[in-house]
Structure formats: C-alpha cells, structure tokens
C-alpha cells in the first residue's frame, strides 16, 4: 500500500487562498508540475546532493542544517499533524529513531502545514509531544523545505547518505521492510563495523497486509468540506461561498458523497454550522465505505465543542466507536472537539457501506475533512 495525499496541487490550495485570482493559481500549478517533474528525476537519481536546509524553528533540538549531518545517514520525513496517511507511519519512525539513532540515523521531520491552522506551532509542538517524537522537527509553515526537494505528497521519505546525497525516496505508505532494509545498508556504508545479524535488527514483515479475501477494499476517497476542494456534495448547487445558507440535504446521499442539511457557512477550507444554537441543529450526512473514518475538525477558540454522530441512524455501537467517540447520560454519541486536530469517529469491525451523521446544536467549531482506512490498514496508536 502506497497511500498519500496529494503533491505540489495541495501545497498550492494555499497560494490559492493567498492569490484569489483562480488563472493565476493555474499557471502556477501548472509550472511547478512541470518543473518539479524534472527535478524529481534528478532528486531520485543516486548521487543527487540533497537540497540543504535549516532546522528552524527546531522542535526537540538546537536549530542546525542539514549540511552539519554530513558523516550520518539522514531520513528527511515530510509530514503533517491531521494526516491520516502521515499518522499510519509513525510506529515505524518510532521504531528506525529508537533501533538506529544510536547506530548514526538522524531522523529529521519537516511539518508542511496542509490547512492554515496547521501552521500554528504550538499546534505542532503538542502534536510532536502527543505522537511520541523525539527525533529533531522543523516547522516548515512556509513551505521552503517542501519547495527545496520538490516534494510531491504527505507522507514523503528522503534517505540521504554520508555524503549528504539522495540514495532512495518513498512518497506514500507501505515498504517499510525494503525501506529498513535502505536504511540498513547506508548505515553500513558509512560504518562497515556494523552487524545487523541480531534479533533485534530483524526486519518486521509489514503489518499492513491484512487482507479480506486477498484484496484491499477501496474506500471512499478523502473528503474536502470546504468550497476550494470540494468535489462530491450531494446538494444541488453545491455549497454557497456567499455566506450563511440554509442547505436541504437529498433524501437520498449517493455512495462517496456527503450533504449539508440546516444553516451552514462554507469556506474555502472548512464548513461551520451556522445555527447558532437553535434547534434542531444543523448537520452533516455522510455516506461512505471504509471500515475507519477519521474526521479532521476543531473548536475555533479551542473551547469545547460538542457535535453529535450516528451511524445508520442510532448511536454508534461500543464495537464501532473511535477513541474520540463518547456516550452522553441520554444514550447518544459524540465527540468533544477541542484544538484543531484528526478526530478518530468510527472503526468498525468489518470493512462496509454506512451512513455518518454529524449534529452540530452549538456554533463556534469547524470541519475540514473526512478521511478513511480500509481492511489493509497497518495498526497504529489512535492518539
């Protein structure tokens, strides 16, 4: 499985944002697709002198440069915080810093914000904390690392020899095994001495084989909330960008669609039930196929927010909740959103086809997009 999120495109959504004019976002994407194929090329070829870079702002570290590694084996990993497919690969980031940091593997993390409020570096601080990195983190926020090697996609892997040379790169997930095995071999490189015939170098099969019937169940597709990248809205009209609009949800959600039902703000990022409180409350209907649903969403002053879910109709079942899922005294389920962050909803035991409810009685929170994990999804800590 070698599941990303998309390249250069996204990183543009934010010159997008900043620009306003949609001809001059074109011509932008369409020049930086052209040239970023040709230094892909290079950057890929053995032997490539890795972009150099600054370490700052630093988390867990005094700011450095990339050059000031050379004599170690480097892995430069691009990721980002509400990134479910960045999340799925950090036990074995967790795994090569424990195993090989004391070998000479430096592992740096580039955070390259996906949405605005990514860009907020309390906001990655907690996030470093929460998933148990201790490895070096540059925040990236205006993205001149991304634009330095020309990345394509979270998450990306750059494995830079003694030398300070590109020798292997791995956009997406899956090959962890081949990628240790990478890793393995460039340590060596720059110290023959080294023995990896202990059990503890043993390179794990990769867990994210758990195959139904042999094959990988396609699940729906990430799903963008907000105007600039939506494309599966089930209302007719598709979402205002006027302002607070009063939505009437289809009676029926076709499969990979989602539809607003209520009084809702759309945004080029995010979604906002615009209700103020009154009831009945404003919602979300979601109709997908996966067997885990990851919501990204947060409270706008950080202020606790409720929004309530079903799924088919009733509360979500014990077995099919997410971590972040909780009963109120009434029976009903919801998550508490707080920061702005990847929310777990719902994880099922089978893969299926299912109707997701969101039901926002209170304003002053935000929803930016649904992501999903299928029946060959690798086991991580839901943190």
Not at 338 to 361: C, D, I, S, T
């Amino acid at each position: 499985m070698t599941t990303s999120r998309s390249g250069p495109s996204r990183a543009h959504d934010t010159f997008r944002l900043r620009c306003r004019a949609a001809v001059v976002v074109l011509a932008l994407v369409a020049l930086t697709l052209s040239r970023a194929g040709g230094v892909r090329a290079a950057i890929e070829h053995v032997g490539a002198s890795a972009p150099d870079f600054s370490c700052q702002p630093c988390l867990n570290h005094a700011p450095f440069k990339l050059s000031d590694l050379r004599g170690k084996v480097v892995l430069v990993d691009f990721w980002e915080y509400t990134c479910i497919n960045c999340i799925r690969t950090f036990p074995y980031l967790r795994r090569w810093d424990a195993l090989y940091r004391p070998l000479g593997l430096v592992i740096v993390g580039v955070h390259t914000p996906e949405f605005e409020f990514a860009k907020n570096g309390s906001l990655v601080a907690d996030a470093t904390r929460r998933f148990g990195f201790e490895f070096p983190v540059a925040i990236d926020s205006d993205y001149k690392i991304w634009y330095a090697f020309h990345n394509e996609g979270w998450p990306a892997d750059y494995l830079i020899d003694k030398n300070g040379n590109v020798a292997y790169m791995h956009v997406g997930e899956g090959e962890y095994g081949y990628f240790e095995q990478k890793i393995q071999e460039l340590l060596k490189q720059a110290n023959p001495a080294l023995n990896f015939n202990q059990a503890r170098y043993k390179i794990p099969a990769d867990e994210n084989v758990e195959l139904g019937g042999g094959v990988c169940m396609r699940a729906t597709p990430e799903t963008y909330l907000g105007f600039a990248r939506s494309t599966n809205i089930a209302n007719d009209g598709g979402e205002d960008r006027n302002g607070a609009t009063l939505y009437a949800a289809p009676s029926e959600v076709p499969l990979d669609n989602f539809a607003l039902n209520g009084r809702w703000l759309a945004a080029s990022e995010y979604v906002r039930p615009a209700s103020a409180g009154k009831a009945p409350g404003d919602s979300l209907v979601l109709h997908y196929r996966a067997k885990s649903v990851y919501l990204v969403a947060g409270s706008d002053a950080s202020t606790p927010r409720q929004l309530y879910v079903t799924q088919d109709g009733k509360p979500i079942a014990k077995e099919d909740r997410g971590v972040d899922v909780r009963e109120a005294s009434d029976g009903r389920t919801y998550i508490q959103l707080g920061a702005k962050r990847m929310y777990y909803l719902v994880n099922n035991p089978e893969f299926g086809g299912h109707l997701l409810k969101l039901e926002a009685q209170e304003s002053g929170l935000s929803l930016y997009s649904f992501t999903f994990g299928n029946n060959c999804e690798n086991k991580f800590a839901h943190r």
